[in-house]
């Protein structure tokens, strides 16, 4: 039987994942939908289900690295209640064409919800060495200045960046990971 590429196998190792929204939609240009997602991280992380070492949350996407004894479960989980969180709010808001799109572009065998918030699958990476972990933290770190949103790491709100330079972040992150 063949590995495949990307599958969390060996989640007590830190693995980099990125969770993307469907159609590519600007669901966390919301602060309220960036706040569920740091909430859920928090949560699992004060339950010793994670530990992240570093993230980053987009627009329309979120990169992460972390671990955790059951990863996959743990990230499936955070996909779920984060996607059924952040459409509560959509739907209290009276966020009515975002509402449709993320309906729109549901997968058609999901027939058990109305709405589809994440894309299927994480596409894990598993950090393999002390080269690969700095390069997808720098990777994750950089993504704000690559879009054009800010000139420095650090100035980006929803980042460990600030982590890694000394500072305090929004999350409690694992930078001893030498």
Known sequence: MTR?????????????????????????????????????????????????YAYVIMEN????????????????????FTARQIVDYLEMNGEIGLLAQIK????????????????????????????MMRQKIEYIHYNPIRRGYVNDAVHWRYSSARDYAGEKGLLDIKTDWL
């Open 61 to 80: 996407h979120i990169h992460l690295i972390a671990s955790g004894e059951n990863l996959s479960n743990t990230i499936a989980r955070f996909k779920s």
């Open 104 to 131: 729109k572009h549901k997968l058609s065998h999901k027939t058990d919800r109305e709405y589809q918030l994440w894309q299927e699958g994480c596409h894990p990476e598993m950090i393999r060495d002390d080269a």
């Open 4 to 52: 495949d590429r990307y599958k969390i196998y060996e989640g007590e190792n830190p693995h980099f994942i990125t969770c993307t929204v469907v159609g590519w939609l600007p669901i966390f240009s919301r602060p309220k939908a960036a706040q569920i997602v740091l909430e859920s991280f928090s949560y699992l992380q004060g339950n010793g289900e994670i530990a992240l």
